[in-house]
Nanobody
Framework: QVQLVESGGGLVQPGGSLRLSCVASLNFFSRHAMGWYRQAPGKQRELVAIIFSGGSTNYGDFVKGRFTISRDNAKNTVYLQMDSLKPEDTAVYYC????????WGQGTQVTVSS
């Protein structure tokens, strides 16, 4: 059974940083696109960032250079470094994997508040 396990969420002050991690129990991890989505209360789930098997990346428009997605294929792990966090970044962040099928993690809460 495929599992995506996120960690690294929490409470941070505006302007602060967090690093999310997602470990995936996927065969052929390197062949999967890996990403992060988020969902705030009352809003639709939206793409934060995605990194493809070749290493190219896409980001949501709201990121504006503040977040960086990366992957370590040897560790079956994808990371999201989030800097200059804003209160509007508060949401549940979900890890996502796409190969022949799509998989989702359970989510990790990120709260940006003073």
């Amino acid at each position: 059974q495929v599992q995506l396990v996120e960690s690294g969420g929490g409470l941070v002050q505006p302007g602060g940083s967090l690093r999310l991690s997602c470990v995936a129990s996927l065969n052929f991890f390197s062949r999967h696109a890996m990403g992060w989505y988020r969902q705030a209360p009352g809003k639709q789930r939206e793409l934060v960032a995605i990194i493809f098997s070749g290493g190219s990346t896409n980001y949501g428009d709201f990121v504006k250079g503040r977040f960086t997605i990366s992957r370590d294929n040897a560790k079956n792990t994808v990371y999201l470094q989030m800097d200059s966090l804003k209160p509007e970044d508060t949401a549940v962040y979900y890890c996502y994997a796409r190969g022949l099928k799509e998989y989702w993690g359970q989510g990790t809460q990120v709260t940006v508040s003073s």
